[in-house]
T-cell receptor, first 112, second 116 residues
Framework: SQKIEQNSEALNIQEGKTATLTCNYT??????LQWYRQDPGRGPVFLLL?????KEKRKERLKVTFDTTLKQSLFHITASQPADSATYLC???????????FGSGTQLTVLP | SAVISQKPSRDICQRGTSLTIQCQVDSQVTMMFWYRQQPGQSLTLIAT?????????ESGFVIDKFPISRPNLTFSTLTVSNMSPEDSSIYLC?????????????FGAGSRLTVL
């Protein structure tokens, strides 16, 4: 089966530092990976998508990489702020690409 | 992007009862997805609701426990039947959306159920 794993359940970093979150997948490389942010009491919100043939994608302070050799995606938040504190989820397509399978999420806390 | 309204936003239920969650989308969509998020866990897909046909359930989920209706292209309901404390979860409705030329999921705010 196609699994997707996020290694860290929780990550605490100091404000201003770069947060790096890891997402690993098994079996074949998906056509793309997606990253979502979830705040308490809210549904996940889409942040970034990176395709298999893209090594890196940026959006403001966010950067995502896709390494098909390591079967891994890294999600970076530079110059982190307390407002970045949330749970971040990665997801891959499944079920003939008509569904998404989510990782367990990493809870990021940015300390002031 | 699509806007999804879910209700109730939260409820406290007694064991053995059933509760129906409603999901309204502000645009017509072919597929609507129902996810469950148990405390401290990630999202698990329960079923895909297609208008005009039976819902497709994922492994471990059955229609008798989670009946779904999809009367039109903007609305769906999920019923959690004969609830037990193990059903205490957040239930989320979602649809495919387009952003930056890609298919992404847009979610409702979720329905937090607590079963006593």
């Amino acid at each position: 089966s196609q699994k997707i794993e996020q290694n860290s359940e929780a990550l605490n970093i100091q404000e201003g530092k770069t947060a790096t979150l890891t997402c690993n997948y098994t079996n074949y490389s998906p056509a793309y990976l997606q990253w979502y942010r979830q705040d308490p009491g809210r549904g996940p919100v889409f942040l970034l998508l990176i395709r298999e043939n893209e090594k890196e994608k940026r959006k403001e302070r966010l950067k995502v990489t896709f390494d098909t050799t390591l079967k891994q995606s890294l999600f970076h938040i530079t110059a982190s702020q307390p407002a970045d504190s949330a749970t971040y989820l990665c997801a891959r397509p499944s079920g003939s690409a008509r569904q998404l399978t989510f990782g367990s999420g990493t809870q990021l806390t940015v300390l002031p | 992007s699509a806007v999804i309204s879910q209700k109730p936003s939260r409820d406290i239920c007694q064991r053995g009862t059933s509760l129906t969650i409603q999901c309204q989308v502000d645009s017509q969509v072919t597929m609507m997805f129902w996810y469950r998020q148990q405390p401290g866990q990630s999202l698990t897909l329960i079923a895909t609701a297609n208008q005009g046909s039976e819902a497709t359930y994922e492994s471990g989920f059955v229609i008798d426990k989670f009946p779904i209706s999809r009367p039109n292209l903007t609305f769906s309901t999920l019923t959690v039947s004969n609830m037990s404390p193990e059903d205490s979860s957040i239930y989320l409705c979602s649809v495919w959306d387009r952003e930056s030329g890609a298919n992404v999921l847009t979610f409702g705010a979720g329905s937090r159920l607590t079963v006593l």
